[in-house]
């Protein structure tokens, strides 16, 4: 694993940090799922305590990155979800809070613990958000978290095209901040030492 973050220019390489934001968005992730609204009582709650510890372990100002390409991220992302709903692609039984949390907090992990995908070659970034951005939806509708009302086929095919998109741009929006997939990448360091 030391390799791999070596090599993917990770900004911000204090592996138990980029361990937690992992571990943080799976709790995030399964909870939205499973408890819908009434899991803002932990993930709000979590996505203070990220700023918290990036405040403890980074240079000054790096909140500030996270920050606002966690309002960038959420906002586009709420957006494509918006979009897909008024087209019928999703229904939801209550107006879902969770989501857009889950959006804030899977924006926290562009430049942590999925910062390994920036030097990955654009085609593989993209396979990676069609396969698993999509099979994330797949699998919240098999929690009945969202209702699928075109079916799993054409939800996935859709999803599919979506993030096939929607990864690498998310990936490149998190690149003004000193980042580039390229090996010759000009290293942007978080800590003072």
């Known amino acids: ?42 993930t709000i709650p979590l996505l203070l305590f990220h700023f918290i510890l990036l405040a403890s372990l980074s240079k000054p100002g790096y909140r500030k990155v996270d920050l606002l390409l966690m309002l960038k991220v959420a906002a586009l992302g709420i957006g494509v979800d918006t979009v897909l709903s008024v087209l019928g692609g999703f229904e939801f039984a209550l107006f879902p809070w969770w989501l857009g949390c889950l959006w804030l907090h899977f924006a926290l992990t562009l430049n942590h613990s999925l910062a390994f995908m920036r030097p990955l070659p654009l085609i593989f970034q993209a396979l990676l958000g069609g396969i698993f951005g999509g ?43 000193g980042f580039n997939r390229s090996t010759k990448a000009r290293s942007f360091t978080v800590f003072g030492r």
């Open 1 to 42: 694993m030391k390799s791999m973050l070596a090599n993917s220019r990770v900004p911000f390489k204090h592996q138990g940090f980029i361990l937690y934001n992992a571990l943080s968005f799976q709790a995030v992730w399964w909870s939205s799922v499973l408890w819908l609204n009434t899991s803002l009582l932990l």
């Open 135 to 177: 099979l994330s939806y797949l699998a919240g509708a098999q929690f009945n978290a969202v209702s699928l009302p075109y079916g799993n086929v054409i939800s996935a095919v859709v999803l599919f095209l979506v993030w096939l998109v929607l990864l690498p741009f998310l990936i490149q929006l998190a690149n003004p901040y």
